[in-house]
C-alpha cells in the first residue's frame, strides 16, 4: 500500500461526502476519466471532478525529506458545474447556486481528512461557459482547488 493512496484519500471520498450533502440532493456527481470532461445533457444537472491536466506533484520527496514517510504531495482538482436549462435567467440562477455552494463545501471542508493528513487549499472558479439553441441551453462553471496530502511525523 502506498503511503499516499490518492484514490482512497481523495477521489473515492469525494463522491460519497458530496452526494451525502443535502445541497447537492438531485445532482450527480461523478469522477470523470475522460479525455473531454464534457457531461451530456441528459444527465444534467451534475457535477464532475477530475485531476487537472498540470496532473500531481511531490512537493517533498527526495534529497529535501529525511525519510520517504516524510512528505507533501498536491493533487489539483477541478470541478465541473453543469446545469441544462430552456430561461436564460434560471440557468443562471441554478448555476450561480450549485457553484456558490460547492465553493462553500470546499471552505467548510479544508480539513477534509484530518486523521490521514488530507487538506483542501482555496479554490477558485477559473472558466464559466454557455452554449445553446433554441432546444435549450447549458451553462458550465469550473472551480479548480488543490488537495494537499501530508505524511510523516505526527500524522
Known amino acids: ?17 458530496l452526494k451525502s450533502d443535502s445541497r447537492f440532493a438531485g445532482v450527480n456527481v461523478f469522477y470523470d476519466r475522460s479525455e473531454e ?3 451530456p445533457h441528459a444527465v444534467m444537472p451534475a457535477i464532475n471532478y477530475f485531476i487537472m491536466p498540470s ?28 446545469m441544462f436549462g ?17 465553493r462553500d463545501w470546499l471552505s467548510e471542508n479544508t480539513d477534509f481528512d484530518r486523521t490521514n493528513g488530507v487538506v483542501i487549499l ?19 462553471q469550473m472551480i479548480r482547488c488543490d488537495f494537499e496530502l501530508f505524511s510523516g511525523s505526527g500524522i
Request: proline share 6%.
Open 37 to 39: 470532461k464534457i457531461v
Open 122 to 140: 482555496a479554490p477558485r472558479v477559473v472558466q464559466i461557459d454557455y452554449a445553446g439553441d433554441e432546444n435549450g441551453m447549458f451553462g458550465s
Open 86 to 102: 430552456g430561461q436564460p435567467d434560471k440557468l443562471d440562477e441554478a448555476l450561480w447556486e450549485t457553484s456558490g455552494d460547492l
Open 55 to 82: 496532473g500531481a506533484e511531490d512537493l517533498t520527496r527526495g534529497s529535501r525529506t529525511g525519510t520517504f514517510q516524510d512528505r507533501r504531495f498536491r493533487l489539483p482538482v477541478g470541478f465541473g458545474i453543469w
Open 1 to 17: 500500500m502506498p503511503t499516499m493512496n490518492v484514490y482512497s484519500l481523495v477521489i473515492v471520498p469525494i463522491a460519497e461526502r
